[in-house]
């Protein structure tokens, strides 16, 4: 009826999965139809003398195999007519919650009785993070009585049956449908596979988290190269601590590794402990260590800055935690030492004077100059071996 694209979108599925996954479809001769629908359907010829069933609307017709006999035919809304063995109508999901009387949904539908558990826009039951009516106290709910992507699978159902009655004793339910701990695991079985955990980056972006994602295809990774180099994994992360919010795959055995993903963003891992981890080679595993690389990238304090910024908020002790350097930043005296030091007036540093700034700001001792240069290194974006005042003072304030 609409566009696939925002058909994906709604099931919870990252644009660029989405994308790759309908390029997939199609590639295997797949036709997809957008912004279309079946007016009518029935028979299209005569069997042994006997007028063939006329075209019908609506979906209750029994269908039989049409080997033996003529092919249904299909109007469409475009005015396009298509022959077809077999027509499966995906009329979609709705939740099991008539008989909750007197409930309301947000659009105003239901009424009488008094139930008082509010229902969504789509007949759902709205839970918290321990399944427990958001509405109703002491209501809790599960399975078909849920939205998506809970309203799934039996396994799903059997998992959120035994958080609702752990969340009814009064025991840590978990994170369930509605918490914030990124709900249940998606595994959608096509060819290729698509499994994901967690928010997408617009999603995380929408709920003002200022997130970034790192990406790696599968060719990234030996296995993946020789086997199955078109699959795709995103790690969506915040930008300010590194941590994971969210995995996004699609390829061979994504709903496989779709579990490991969960439990990274569960542990609320980092870019930087991803980096860290011994993977297995020659296994699709290492492409969460691929993606975690590519994230880090993008930060502008990334995993080589952490030992780094480590032994400068050591070095700094007290003159940074107790708010004197902060002080200097506000007041101009961090310009002012840097200008001091700039005494060719080039407006750069070298790491020797860089050091000699950082002490005349309360470093002590323990700030080496071999910290430092490894600090103009990193810094130094340019290539000159110096670093300017805009590039000394970013790195202050992450110090702070």
Same mark, same amino acid.
């Given at each position: 009826?609409?566009?696939?694209?925002?058909?994906?979108? $709604?099931?919870?599925?990252?644009?660029?999965?989405?994308? #790759?996954?309908?390029?997939?479809?199609?590639?295997?001769?797949?036709?997809?139809?957008?912004?279309?629908?079946?007016?009518?359907?029935?028979?299209?010829?005569?069997?042994?003398?006997?007028?063939?069933?006329?075209?019908?609307?609506?979906?209750?017709?029994?269908?039989? =195999?049409?080997?033996?006999?003529?092919?249904?035919?299909? =109007?469409?809304?475009?005015? =396009?007519?298509?022959?077809?063995?077999?027509?499966?109508?995906?009329?979609?999901?709705?939740?099991?919650?008539?008989?909750? &009387?007197? &409930?309301?949904?947000?659009? !105003?539908?239901?009424?009488?009785? !008094?139930?008082?558990?509010?229902?969504?826009?789509?007949?759902?039951?709205?839970?918290?993070?321990?399944?427990?009516?958001?509405?109703? #106290?002491?209501?809790?709910?599960?399975?078909?009585?849920? !939205?998506?992507?809970?309203?799934?699978?039996?396994?799903?159902?059997?998992?959120?049956?035994? $958080?609702?009655?752990?969340?009814?004793?009064?025991?840590?339910?978990? =994170?369930?449908?509605?918490?914030?701990?990124?709900?249940?695991?998606?595994?959608?079985?096509?060819?290729?596979?698509?499994?994901?955990?967690?928010?997408?980056? &617009?999603?995380?972006?929408?709920?003002?988290?200022?997130?970034?994602?790192?990406?790696?295809? +599968? &060719?990234?990774?030996? $296995?993946? #190269?020789?086997?199955?180099?078109?699959?795709?994994?995103?790690?969506?992360?915040?930008?300010?601590?590194?941590?994971?919010?969210?995995?996004?795959?699609?390829?061979?055995?994504?709903?496989?590794?779709?579990?490991?993903?969960?439990?990274?963003?569960?542990?609320?891992?980092?870019?930087?402990?991803?980096?860290?981890?011994?993977?297995?080679?020659?296994? +699709?595993?290492?492409?969460?260590?691929?993606?975690?690389?590519?994230?880090?990238?993008?930060?502008?304090?990334?995993?080589?800055?952490?030992?780094?910024?480590?032994?400068? #908020?050591?070095?700094?002790?007290?003159?940074?935690?107790?708010?004197?350097?902060?002080?200097?930043?506000?007041?101009?005296?961090?310009?002012?030492?840097?200008?001091?030091?700039?005494?060719?007036?080039?407006?750069?540093?070298?790491?020797?004077?860089?050091?000699?700034?950082? $002490?005349?700001?309360?470093?002590?001792?323990?700030?080496?100059?071999?910290?430092?240069?490894?600090?103009?290194?990193?810094?130094?974006?340019?290539?000159?071996?110096?670093?300017? +005042?805009?590039?000394?003072?970013?790195?202050?304030?992450?110090?702070?």
């Amino acid at each position: 009826r609409g566009s696939v694209a925002a058909s994906l979108e $709604r099931i919870g599925l990252d644009p660029d999965v989405a994308q #790759r996954l309908v390029k997939e479809l199609r590639v295997s001769g797949v036709s997809l139809l957008e912004d279309t629908t079946v007016k009518v359907y029935g028979r299209v010829s005569e069997v042994a003398g006997e007028p063939g069933e006329p075209l019908r609307s609506g979906f209750k017709q029994s269908l039989k =195999s049409s080997k033996s006999g003529p092919p249904l035919k299909l =109007s469409l809304s475009d005015g =396009s007519e298509l022959e077809c063995d077999v027509f499966m109508a995906a009329a979609g999901r709705t939740p099991n919650t008539q008989w909750l &009387a007197g &409930a309301q949904s947000e659009d !105003g539908g239901g009424g009488g009785g !008094g139930s008082g558990v509010a229902l969504g826009k789509r007949g759902h039951v709205e839970v918290d993070s321990k399944l427990q009516s958001t509405s109703r #106290r002491g209501v809790y709910a599960c399975g078909d009585l849920l !939205g998506l992507p809970s309203m799934a699978l039996a396994s799903t159902a059997v998992e959120e049956g035994a $958080r609702a009655v752990t969340g009814m004793l009064g025991e840590d339910a978990g =994170s369930g449908a509605g918490g914030g701990g990124g709900g249940n695991p998606v595994g959608i079985w096509t060819i290729p596979e698509v499994g994901y955990y967690g928010p997408t980056l &617009a999603e995380a972006r929408k709920r003002g988290v200022d997130a970034e994602e790192g990406v790696a295809t +599968y &060719a990234d990774c030996l $296995r993946g #190269r020789v086997f199955a180099p078109d699959g795709l994994l995103k790690l969506v992360f915040d930008k300010s601590t590194g941590v994971i919010l969210g995995v996004h795959i699609i390829g061979t055995d994504a709903c496989e590794l779709i579990h490991f993903g969960m439990s990274l963003v569960k542990e609320k891992a980092t870019l930087g402990m991803v980096i860290g981890q011994m993977f297995v080679a020659v296994t +699709y595993h290492e492409l969460f260590k691929a993606a975690a690389f590519n994230g880090n990238s993008k930060l502008a304090f990334g995993i080589q800055w952490t030992e780094i910024l480590r032994i400068l #908020r050591e070095g700094f002790g007290s003159s940074a935690g107790g708010g004197d350097l902060r002080a200097k930043l506000g007041d101009g005296s961090l310009r002012e030492a840097f200008d001091m030091m700039d005494k060719d007036g080039s407006g750069s540093l070298e790491a020797g004077e860089v050091l000699e700034v950082m $002490r005349g700001l309360g470093a002590g001792p323990d700030l080496t100059k071999g910290a430092v240069a490894n600090l103009v290194r990193l810094a130094d974006t340019d290539g000159n071996g110096e670093i300017d +005042y805009q590039e000394f003072e970013a790195i202050v304030r992450r110090v702070l």
